[in-house]
């Protein structure tokens, strides 16, 4: 399988590259979307790509953008790909990674929701009880499933930084009440549909991610990528039990392997031994095809 690390298109002004995504200007209602092979992890982008792993990525994006476009409009357009990459040799080289989305304004809010407690919410919940001032039960095991999927957002950082939790009422501030509420009341009910879906085909949604975008009439969109392995914990349904970090099917075999390492988590990002590449590969080619049966 090839890999694609970074596009170079003729013809089309490079506006944004960002961890994965390389984002050209088509004109001022359409934008290019290219989901490189590129990896991060902590926040630094490793040097190696994941063959096919953009490619998995779109496919899994557009199957859930069209799955959920019952509850919210998203980015997409109809328009196809020959249409503004015109060399053929660069179409064929980008593959099922580039998709042509309308060009809206984008919030400054991760939209974060946990069904389960793990990761940054794990931490803080062992501190705290609490996850971005949401009070849990006491006495949660590592990977618990939490009693209802709870809406825990994020600022946006710069390439290179991190984000920062926060609480419901510091997007309240960014966004203003009816926004805020939109985008908290979208994210719970997408996560809560798709969770129920894929646990059906044996992964749990521990969480995701997800972003929005306005359209000229203040309409909100989910934009960026939905329910990928890049975007959310996907667990074997099969192999979970509480009290123990899961095994994934997304990036954190990869963010696994590098604890083992003595490094500090800045540039550059470590070299993956061929074994790591080849079997984070596998893991986003299995969670596609579990997901969408193709």
């Known amino acids: 399988m090839t890999a694609l690390y970074q596009s170079d298109l003729s013809g089309l002004e490079l506006i944004n590259r960002g961890k994965v995504r390389d984002i050209y200007a088509i004109d ?25 792993k953009g490619e998995v990525l779109t496919r899994v994006s557009n ?3 069209r799955r959920m476009a019952h509850i919210l409009p998203n980015h997409l357009t109809d328009i196809p790909l020959a249409e503004v990459v015109k060399d053929a040799d660069e179409r064929a080289a980008l593959g099922d990674r580039a998709i042509v989305v309308r060009k809206l304004e984008p919030l400054p809010v991760e939209a974060i929701v946990r069904g389960y407690i793990i990761g940054s919410g794990w931490k803080d919940y062992q501190k705290t009880g609490q ?9 949660l095991q590592l990977a618990d499933k939490l009693p209802e999927a709870i809406y825990t957002p994020s600022t946006k950082a710069e390439l290179g930084a991190h984000d920062e939790n926060v609480d419901f009422e510091h997007t309240v501030k960014l966004l203003g009440q009816d926004l805020a509420e939109q985008v908290r009341d979208a994210s719970l009910k997408i996560y809560t549909e798709a969770a129920a879906y894929a646990l059906e085909k044996g992964i749990i949604i521990a969480d995701t991610k997800f972003e929005f975008g306005l359209d000229p009439d203040g309409r909100l969109h989910i934009i960026d990528e939905a329910l990928t392995p ?10 979970y039990r509480p009290g123990i970090s899961p095994p994934s099917f997304d990036k954190q075999f990869v963010r696994d392997y590098l604890e083992t390492l003595d490094w500090d988590k800045t540039p550059p990002g470590p070299e993956l031994p061929q074994e790591i590449i080849d079997k984070t590969a596998e893991k986003y080619r299995e969670a596609e095809q579990r997901l969408t049966g193709k």
């Open 131 to 139: 996850v971005c001032g949401i009070a849990l039960p006491s006495g």
């Open 28 to 52: 001022a209602e359409h934008m290019l979307i290219v989901t490189s092979d590129r990896l991060s992890a902590f926040d630094v982008i490793l040097p190696q790509p994941i063959p096919g």
């Open 63 to 65: 199957f859930w953008f």
């Open 230 to 239: 890049d975007s959310s914990r996907f667990w074997p349904a099969d192999q």
